[in-house]
């Protein structure tokens, strides 16, 4: 049986691909509708000779999965993020990148950046995509991707306007389980679906015991189940 993170892993590469791709292919009109593009660029900014330069914002999930899964597909991970200087340090020579920085402001002002991602607890995204796009860089950001209705279309509205990519890491729309569903579904295989029921459990990911509350524990960071049921 394959485990829960080489699922995420392998699909993360999948979605990492289409980035990669759409980013450095001339002529694409534009990303997939399942990697949730927005915008796309030119023809012209597309003609790339060099690999996609990428920073990332968040040492957790960025680290295990966003790193590996871009580097896997060919981008050059040129700078790591995070809140803690001890964090970003340990993660850039684990994973041999060359710059660790402490405000994620400041990676936006590095030259030859083209993109970042954003895996940071869902109470900055809103904050840090708007000014990724404002510093003209594609965006990849991690779900739930805002707080609410009012901060998502205002993300929506500037990735329109700007140009630019921007995606969500749906990362599961690639698992090979619901990519396989999702197909069966376009051929009328289950003919026309009035209504779904689904369950869903999840259980506790470690051992039992008392451990530091993290952000998935309290809402106004944006925690919670939201972030399970957005995949």
């Known amino acids: ?6 699922v ?3 699909s993360c590469r999948k979605l990492c691909r289409e980035l990669v791709e759409g980013l450095t292919t001339s002529g694409k009109s534009g990303l997939p509708h399942t990697a949730h593009n927005l915008k796309h660029m030119t023809p012209e900014e597309g003609n790339m000779n060099r690999p996609l ?3 990332v914002i968040g040492v957790g999930f960025g680290a295990t999965v966003h790193v590996p899964g871009l580097v896997s597909e060919g ?3 040129v700078a790591i993020c995070a809140r803690r200087k001890k964090s970003e340090e340990m993660a850039a020579s684990d994973l041999k990148i060359s710059t ?3 405000d994620y402001r400041e990676m936006l002002r590095m030259d030859g950046l083209d993109a970042v991602t954003i895996v940071t607890p869902p109470a900055l995204h809103h904050e840090m995509a708007l ?3 404002e510093a003209g860089k594609h965006v990849l950001c991690e779900k739930p991707f805002a707080m ?4 998502a279309r205002e993300m929506w509205q500037k990735a329109d306007e ?3 990519t921007a995606m969500i890491a749906h990362e599961f729309r690639f698992a090979p389980a619901r990519a396989y569903v999702k197909e069966l579904i376009e051929q009328e295989y289950v003919g026309d679906i009035l209504s779904i029921h689904m369950t869903l459990f999840r259980g506790p990911t470690q051992s039992q015991g008392p451990r530091p509350l993290a952000w998935g524990s309290e809402s106004a960071q944006g925690g919670g189940f939201l972030g399970a049921l957005s995949e």
């Open 162 to 164: 700007s140009g630019l």
């Open 8 to 10: 995420v892993g392998r």
């Open 53 to 55: 330069r990428v920073g």
């Open 148 to 151: 609410d209705q009012g901060q």
């Open 131 to 133: 000014a990724a796009l």
């Open 1 to 6: 049986m394959v485990g829960p993170a080489r």
């Open 100 to 102: 660790a920085i402490n």
């Open 75 to 77: 981008a050059e991970v």
